[in-house]
């Protein structure tokens, strides 16, 4: 199986930067996603990492290391509409090259 | 919106009915996934199909779970006899495999409610 851990709850203000980290144990890795999902609505895709290091994109950048089994996402500029829960998942190199494994999500709270 | 469609939205039922519900994916999408969410929680794999074929199911899905994708496009969830601990938040989601990431799109969820 997967263990995926993650902060349950975060807190920042407008304008800061959070970081948000997620450590994984797996069998077989094949990728790590970061997915944003609001109160009430679908998970919606934020970022992508297979190999190590920053992928960046806009105000949102995700980190990978392998090695330790580790990511962070990464908010800058933070607004109010960052307020929501953020999933890490894990893609394995089971059979199914599909299913993705979810941690528990960490919820941003973003204040004035 | 990200094109993938779940009908319905909410459903409500009482204890030992059946319920169906349907998903439609990206049209040129060729995976189809269900998964099951609760408040909290993190989505929880159920099963998944390419095309027509299912090709993996967890062991949450019991028998009284059953899914289907006749022809490779939409797909149903139906749960029979239902229980109170099958309340939840159910996802359908699709990628297109073929792609470096195939990253899966999300719908917005069928609420079950089982009083």
């Known amino acids: 199986g997967q263990n995926i851990d993650q902060p349950t709850e975060m807190t920042a203000t407008e304008g800061a930067i959070v970081q948000i980290n997620c450590t994984y144990q797996?069998?077989?890795?094949?990728?790590l996603f970061w997915y944003q999902q609001h109160a009430g609505e679908a998970p919606t895709f934020l970022s992508y990492?297979?190999?190590?290091g920053l992928e960046e994109k806009g105000r949102f950048s995700s980190f990978l290391s392998r090695s330790k089994g580790y990511s962070y996402l990464l908010l800058k500029e933070l607004q109010m509409k960052d307020s929501a829960s953020y999933l890490c998942?894990?893609?394995?190199?089971?059979?199914?090259?599909?299913?993705?494994?979810f941690g528990r999500g960490t919820q941003l709270t973003v204040w004035p | 919106d990200t094109g993938v469609s779940q009908n319905p939205r909410h459903k409500i039922t009482k204890r030992g009915q059946n319920v169906t519900f349907r998903c439609d994916p990206i049209?040129?999408?060729?995976?189809l996934y269900w998964y099951r969410q609760t408040l909290g929680q993190g989505p929880e794999f159920l099963t998944y199909?390419?095309?027509?074929?299912?090709?993996?199911k967890s062991r949450l899905l019991s028998d009284r779970f059953s899914a289907e994708r006749p022809k490779g496009s939409f797909s149903t969830l139906e749960i029979q006899r239902t229980e109170q601990g099958d309340s939840a938040m159910y996802l359908c989601?699709?990628?297109?495999?073929?792609?470096?990431?195939?990253?899966?799109?999300f719908g917005p969820g069928t609420r079950l409610t089982v009083t």
């Open positions: 989601a699709s990628s297109l495999v073929g792609q470096e990431v195939y990253e899966q799109y």
């Open positions: 199909f390419q095309n027509e074929a299912q090709l993996e």
């Open positions: 049209s040129e999408h060729n995976r």
């Open positions: 797996t069998s077989g890795f094949n990728g």
């Open positions: 990492n297979v190999l190590d």
């Open positions: 998942a894990v893609r394995d190199r089971g059979s199914t090259l599909g299913r993705l494994y």
